[in-house]
């Protein structure tokens, strides 16, 4: 089917603020971020845009490129996922047996480390370019490694984690933003849920590795092995780099528009020639807003900026919360001391049973992302979300009735009756399904909704919001089940999920079926849950007219 497109005039592009004075420059600034375009009165989409994404096709190369990037994912999942096998394993080879506190401290080593790779590696991702950002994370991924495989104290494992930490909170910036930027629209969910996936499938990877090493190899080697294996995957990706493009917008940044045009002839291999120039043409009037960012406001000016203007403000606010909440539902304990927990539970391979958050999360993960363009993002949350409150509800009456004749702790060496065990694992795999289905995907999506010029510091600040909460949990967890006990620790945790229920019904638009750069006029007058689905009513709409004229 031939397309023909208009090219976008004077009239669709906005007007450059080089030789503006102050007020102008606000004026202009304001039309650039506010979103007034020329779309013709009454409409919320270009019928244009439309049009070229008929054109999407997902190409072999695409589909290489998507899993060469997702890999950074794997190398989150392994490197967050590791420690719960392997630290039980370390017995007193840094010198003496760890503590409760030392264990917390190591895990939680990663997490502080994460903070600082997504604020600087994200903050620098404009300037850097994604891919390159995606490469020093890979740096940090193997150095990291090495440093915890050949630590003798803890001071040495400790500084491991926080250099692999910083690997982690690039790969989990850049990651989805570089992969949300080449998408195609009608696909972009299942993309950046690739590199989702690939998070608990490297948590499912680490949690097997860490049980048959748990069964079959000497402890004061496998834990080392296990740590070491974290460069692998760092070194496949790092090799690959070479056939990766930088995404286009970065491209255009740099003021290389042939090479951005370029890359979208790669990633839309076979789209007529007008396709990709109007597809230039839409990056670049939302390049101009990012230019006008660095061009004329100061760093301080720009950090300001992102709070005091209301759509930047309620979109940061948005995906702050989905990162914040996704953590305070208390996954990651699972998670991170598998091993620990389950082995109280009296299970005789707790590492083994590590397999159960970690492969349920993958295996839901799988079927959400599969489903994520069709059903839509919030459509999901809204409704598979009630089975994580489920979920603890009967986890906490479990571990009520499980805990009731030791003090509501949890006492190493005592045996507790299979039946409530059972009923505790059938509680876990609810929370975990209803988990992968939502949350465990679901934040990664953050990028589709930040306007360009403040979408890699503001996936930036996202992440970090996902880092502060995980450390939240994770340093605290052994020392809440002392003094909460386990009911109090996973009531807790029920609190916030329904908070963030909350929160989702009333701050969480739909993005589904909207372009990357369209989504960015969602949140111009309030968090844009009706609006997002007017203009996907619109677009449909759209849509069926240009099939029934074909």
Avoid at 5 to 32: F, I, M, N, W
Avoid at 343 to 353: C, I, P
Avoid at 509 to 515: A, F, Q, Y
Avoid at 525 to 539: I, Q, R, T
């Amino acid at each position: 089917m031939s397309t023909h497109l208009p090219a976008l005039g004077q009239d669709s592009v906005r007007p450059s603020t080089t030789e503006l004075g102050s007020e102008d420059k606000q004026e202009v600034y304001h039309q650039e971020v506010t979103g007034d375009s020329s779309l013709p009165h009454g409409h919320l989409v270009d019928e244009n845009l439309v049009r070229a994404e008929n054109e999407d096709k997902v190409t072999p190369y695409f589909v290489f490129l998507v899993s060469i990037a997702a890999v950074a994912g794997f190398l989150f999942g392994y490197d967050t996922g590791i420690v719960g096998s392997a630290l039980p394993m370390v017995g007193t080879d840094l010198g003496h047996a760890l503590s409760d506190n030392e264990k917390e401290i190591i895990t939680a080593g990663t997490t502080i480390g994460a903070l600082f790779g997504a604020l600087i590696l994200g903050s620098y991702a404009d300037k850097l370019g994604r891919k390159w950002a995606m490469a020093i994370a890979d740096f940090f991924f193997t150095a990291g490694a090495i440093i915890i495989a050949s630590s003798y104290s803890v001071a040495q494992m400790i500084v491991g984690r926080l250099v692999l930490g910083v690997g982690v909170g690039g790969a989990a910036v850049i990651g989805p933003l570089y992969i949300a930027e080449l998408a195609p629209t009608a696909v972009r969910g299942r993309c950046i849920g690739v590199n989702a996936f690939f998070i608990p499938f490297g948590q499912t990877i680490a949690s097997a590795l860490g049980a048959g090493f748990d069964a079959g190899v000497p402890y004061h080697i496998g834990w080392r092995v296990l740590f070491g294996l974290g460069v692998v995957p760092s070194i496949v990706q790092l090799c690959l780099m070479h056939w990766l493009p930088e995404s286009p917008r970065v491209l255009l940044l740099r003021g290389q528009p042939e090479k951005a045009k370029e890359t979208l002839r790669t990633v839309y291999k076979g789209a007529p020639e007008e396709v990709i120039d109007f597809k230039l043409k839409v990056i670049a009037q939302y390049v101009e807003a990012t230019t006008i960012m660095q061009r004329q406001f100061s760093v301080k000016e720009r950090a300001k900026k992102y709070w005091t203007h209301k759509p930047y403000r309620r979109a940061l606010i948005a995906v702050c919360g989905m990162q914040a909440f996704g953590q305070l539902t208390g996954y990651n304990t699972l998670l991170y001391y598998s091993g620990t927990i389950f082995g109280l539970l009296g299970l005789k391979n707790g590492a083994a049973a590590g397999l159960i958050p970690s492969g349920g999360n993958a295996l839901f993960l799988f079927i959400g992302m599969s489903l994520v363009d069709r059903v839509g993002r919030r459509k999901l949350m809204v409704n598979i979300y009630p089975g994580m409150i489920i979920g603890l509800v009967w986890a906490c009456i479990s571990f009520h009735f499980l805990a009731k004749s030791t003090g509501g702790q949890l006492i190493s060496g005592h045996e507790y009756p299979a039946a409530l065990v059972g009923s505790l694992l059938g509680a876990i795999l609810l929370f975990v399904a209803a988990y992968g289905l939502t949350y465990s995907h679901m934040i990664w999506y953050q990028s589709e909704f930040l306007a360009l010029e403040i979408r890699a510091v503001g996936s930036a600040i996202a992440t970090c919001f996902c880092w502060l909460a995980n450390l939240v949990v994770s340093v605290a967890y052994l020392t809440q089940l002392k003094s909460l006990g386990t009911v109090g620790t996973y009531g807790m945790y029920l609190g916030f999920i329904s908070i963030g229920y909350v929160f989702v019904y009333f701050c969480y638009p739909e993005t589904k079926g909207l372009s990357i750069d369209e989504t960015r006029s969602i949140f111009e007058d309030d968090f844009g849950v009706k609006k997002a689905a007017a203009m996907l009513k619109e677009k449909k709409e759209i849509a069926a007219q240009l099939h029934n004229q074909a």
